[in-house]
């Protein structure tokens, strides 16, 4: 290598092509595209309804679709099923064939420019303010939801006073019917905001994954909505207490179950309900008490049924889409988390961190950018925590490595678990002794659906302490992607690392590039600069080598992680979703067949509780059923076939029975 090459700036590109960057054909890039017309054009379509509906215009546009409907065997419900929760649901079904096609492609290398781009989702408009780093992408979609909560105030309230003129109503209880009519309208705006409230925080979603935004960037989305969402529907209950509380008629009120209109009672239980998981979700209260959080917030499952039970099943059908999604994700992520995990080894290094070598089965898709939810039963049965998956998928078929920084209460007790371990090992004399385990189970992985890291040639990666896993993640899967000749883009990479203290520094360690790829310098260019922050003796000169403290090898008591939840099996996650939203269609459908419509079941509550019941139902038995058949399948070969003949039979006999209902 020359002078002038060793001088050329680490990140400058040398404008070599790669042999391997390979695009995507012509059909399968115009089936894309089609597809993600077709997907924008509903959404589109489906948002400017539900943000038109407090208006004349779209309320009028809505009638028409539902009294074009009404005639169903499944009447208004399925008419308000159709028109607010059924497109997010096409459009998961979409998402099934966009990501099917996407699968095969080999990335595409990202256009380089000499000038910023502006790019929507990645540039930062705000960023010291009560959102935290807010994107343009993302300050849009919160103008548009602060735009729509102020105009359907004001829609509202122009319709509630054209009501109050066609009425002959008292001057002394005006007043009264304008408070409950605006405490009726906080209502419907929170539900129609409670139509995207779930769909952040379903963390294997096929909607995420189309979208490519991890679980852990869509938390924010759900936190914001939420907070929208309880206050309108405190503002929703509390006109109505105040109405009330003038009418002298409170408490009854509060107690009324009414089998014909809206249930007063079960209302103020999902209200409460809502109040507590909004209060300890709070910042302050969510930072210093996280469990108090965690474990309040399970109490969505009271607040979502009290609410179908509030307002009845056609009503609730507003915002079932959203919930229906969020259930099938819990379901799968229930089933998956109920097997436990082999832990191949457990190591103690001495800066404070754990590594952890779980089993995994070869063909668990994931990409270096993952992380996982671990649950160690000996530790707690409830608590899960994410940490960043610090190795390749190409580092072994059958194992993945995760770090875990020992910071709190959970993770002392990990470590202190792992040296009683290694201190009890059974002694040749001593062969009775029986060795601890560690029982884990884990969710995921979840992710980036794209491997980002390989599509750039230059690469900046900038860490604090254990915030270098995943970039060990990366440098190991680039290493041997060099190795085996795949597919990779980075031919420069600059790792930036700060670390407190230099007993830090074995993390680095735990990655051995050249024996991953020898002579890997004449392939790839890594710079690594280290800064050690809270030392003033250079120990490491002196001949100071830090160690591992501990290392144990784990008895096996379970198996491999399961791969129901991930960033791949695109085929079998679709007719997951597909199977269940049919099961949940001809349940409902029978349902009003054979017992509603011939018993004439005419109560409100009862008729929302079978609703959400069936819900429920499709769920476990339908997707339960592609459960059990996914984890007892043929050999591979063989059932991709089948699965992709029923997928797009599915598909085939949704589109037909929709037509035949509504028609």
């Not at 096929?206 to 914001?224: G, K, N, S």
């Amino acid at each position: 290598m020359d002078a002038n090459q060793l001088n050329k700036p680490l990140l400058l590109s040398d404008g070599v092509e790669p042999d391997y960057v390979k695009k995507s054909s012509f059909l399968v890039s115009s089936v894309k595209w089609t597809l993600k017309i077709v997907m924008w054009v509903i959404f589109i379509a489906w948002f400017g309804l539900i943000f038109l509906y407090p208006g004349e215009i779209g309320n009028q546009l809505a009638e028409k679709i539902i009294n074009a409907t009404r005639g169903s065997v499944f009447g208004i419900t399925g008419s308000l099923f159709m028109v607010f929760s059924a497109p997010v649901l096409i459009i998961a079904f979409l998402a099934v064939a966009h990501l099917i096609i996407s699968g095969g492609d080999v990335f595409e290398k990202r256009k380089t420019s000499k000038s910023p781009r502006f790019r929507l989702w990645t540039f930062p408009v705000l960023v010291d303010g009560p959102f935290g780093v807010v994107s343009a992408a993302e300050l849009i979609g919160i103008i548009l939801f602060v735009v729509f909560i102020f105009w359907a105030v004001y829609a509202y309230t122009l319709r509630n006073l054209s009501l109050m003129t066609l009425f002959d109503i008292p001057s002394t209880e005006k007043g009264i019917v304008m408070l409950e009519l605006t405490g009726l309208r906080f209502g419907m705006i929170g539900l129609l905001c409670l139509a995207f409230l779930f769909l952040p925080v379903a963390r294997g979603s096929l909607l995420l994954r189309l979208i490519d935004i991890p679980f852990e960037h869509a938390t924010r989305y759900h936190v914001w909505l939420g907070h929208l969402t309880m206050t309108l529907f405190t503002l929703h209950g509390l006109f109505y207490v105040i109405a009330w509380a003038i009418k002298g008629t409170l408490l009854k009120e509060l107690l009324e179950w009414r089998n014909i209109g809206i249930a007063n009672l079960p209302g103020v239980i999902s209200l409460l309900a809502g109040l507590f998981m909004w209060v300890t979700s709070l910042h302050p209260v969510r930072k210093d008490y996280f469990e108090l959080f965690f474990y309040t917030h399970q109490l969505y499952v009271v607040f979502v049924v009290f609410l179908a039970l509030h307002v009845g099943d056609f009503v609730f059908s507003i915002a079932a889409g959203g919930i229906f999604i969020f259930m099938l994700d819990r379901f799968l992520r229930f089933c998956q988390s109920r097997r436990t995990v082999d832990v191949l080894s457990a190591k103690c290094l001495p800066c404070g961190t754990v590594e952890l070598v779980l089993s995994k089965p070869r063909n668990l898709g994931y990409n270096a950018l993952s992380f996982i939810f671990l649950q160690v039963r000996e530790l707690s049965w409830l608590q899960w925590h994410p940490f960043s998956v610090s190795s390749s998928p190409l580092d072994g078929k059958y194992h993945l490595s995760i770090l875990i920084k020992v910071l709190g209460g959970w993770t002392a007790r990990l470590r202190d678990n792992i040296l009683s371990m290694s201190e009890t090992e059974p002694q040749k004399d001593l062969p009775f002794l029986t060795k601890t385990t560690i029982t884990a189970s884990v969710e995921g992985p979840y992710g980036h659906e794209s491997p980002y890291h390989l599509m750039y040639e230059n690469l900046i990666l900038v860490a604090g302490g254990i915030g270098i896993s995943p970039f060990l993640a990366i440098l190991s899967d680039i290493l041997h992607r060099v190795r085996d000749g795949k597919p990779c883009l980075p031919r420069k990479i600059l790792l930036v690392w700060a670390v407190k203290k230099s007993d830090e520094l074995p993390l680095l360690s735990t990655i051995d590039m050249e024996l991953i790829c020898p002579f890997f310098a004449d392939k790839v260019k890594i710079e690594i600069n280290i800064y050690v922050t809270r030392e003033s003796e250079p120990s490491l000169e002196e001949g100071n080598v830090h160690v591992a403290l501990k290392s144990s090898a784990c008895p096996l008591s379970g198996c491999n992680m399961s791969i129901l939840v991930g960033t791949g099996n695109n085929i079998w996650s679709g007719l997951y979703v597909i199977i269940s939203t049919v099961g949940f269609v001809i349940s409902v459908a029978l349902l009003r067949i054979f017992y509603i419509n011939p018993y004439q079941v005419s109560t409100w509550w009862y008729q929302g509780f079978l609703f959400i019941a069936c819900m429920v139902a499709s769920v476990i038995i339908f997707g339960g059923l592609v459960i059990i058949w996914f984890q007892t399948r043929l050999p591979r070969s063989r059932w991709d076939l089948i699965i992709r003949v029923s997928v797009a039979a599915a598909v085939i006999i949704v589109w037909e029975l929709l037509l035949c209902i509504f028609a």
